[in-house]
């Protein structure tokens, strides 16, 4: 039962941010770091009001626990917390600007080459053991990653670093343990506003005063950032970061069918083929979960 909820918060998550560009693309006629810097600014207040006077008795419970822990435990929970902050703000930025300047399409591919990357680095870094299915739902989304990439190598560079910012920052929340995770994404939050703050005056552009900008603003800080991310931290406490990369797969299919039916964009066969590979290694992965059966470790 308590896998089976860590496992819908981890799906839920990655469906939620599967409908971001919904969001997203009414805003590309304002500049990506604008995008961000709000973006982060209007997250960094309601958390920090949330933890600060909603939940201050779970920040007093938090503070003692981390008083508590070895030094070389705090030490590792401080730099893990921050490291995530960072890595976070760099995965946003990057996918803001592939996605109103780039292409859904190319966005959506980040997505598909990070659960790869998310996998592969959690066997290497945190050891965790692949069945012989899991290590061929990897294989058939290579081979669908190839497929998709074909004739457009020059967007892999984009779509490579938003991937590895947020298979980094995965892998990294995983060995994150001992503090509400809540609190630990607040502080990741205010930490990305520390960072961008000194940024925003000199890169900033206009400040908006279209109405309409601070609402989608707000609906991207809730819905889109706070309310996936803290489901990604709390799936984490139960599920692998090996199954979490998989399950990433949710978010660029769901982008495909936007992209495809919303937004219009041109699908070739060769894309077609490569997203129901993509579908084909969802199932593989999850086989012993799908099918209820024991799969042999490999």
């Known amino acids: ?86 890595l976070l703000t760099a995965n946003w930025y990057f996918f803001i600007y592939v996605m109103n300047h780039i292409s859904v399409k190319v966005a959506s591919f980040a997505y598909l080459v990070c659960p790869i990357l998310t996998t592969v680095t959690a066997y290497f870094v945190l050891s965790e053991r692949l069945s012989f299915w ?89 819905l889109f950032t706070i309310i996936p991310l803290f489901l990604n931290l709390y799936a984490l406490q139960g599920v692998n970061s090996s199954t979490m990369g998989i399950m990433l797969y949710v978010n660029p299919l769901m982008n495909f069918l936007i992209a495809l039916f919303y937004f219009h964009e041109s699908i070739n066969s060769l894309q077609l083929l490569g997203y129901a590979l993509i579908l084909l290694s969802i199932v593989v992965f999850n086989e012993r979960h799908l099918f209820r059966r024991r799969s042999i470790a490999g």
Request: hydrophobic residues 60%; glycine residues 4%; contains cysteine.
């Open 1 to 86: 039962m308590a896998f089976s909820k860590f496992y819908f918060s981890a799906f839920l998550a990655f469906v939620i941010w599967g409908f971001f560009s919904l969001a997203l693309k009414p805003l590309y006629a304002y500049a990506s770091l604008d995008i961000l810097f709000y973006r982060v600014f209007f997250c960094a207040v309601i958390m920090a009001f949330i933890s600060l006077v909603v939940r201050r008795q779970v920040l007093r419970e938090s503070l003692r626990t981390f008083r508590q822990m070895p030094l070389a435990q705090r030490r590792r929970t401080v730099v893990l917390t921050l490291a995530g902050g960072l």
């Open 134 to 222: 899991q290590w061929t739902a990897v294989g058939i989304s290579v081979a669908s990653c190839l497929i998709l990439s074909f004739n457009n190598w020059a967007d892999i560079a984009y779509s490579l670093i938003v991937a590895l910012s947020y298979a980094f920052y995965l892998v990294s929340q995983r060995k994150n343990v001992g503090i509400d995770k809540f609190l630990v994404l607040t502080i990741q939050i205010v930490f990305s506003a520390l960072i961008l703050l000194p940024f925003f005056s000199k890169y900033s552009g206009t400040i908006p005063s279209e109405p309409f900008f601070y609402e989608m603003i707000l609906l991207i800080a809730v």
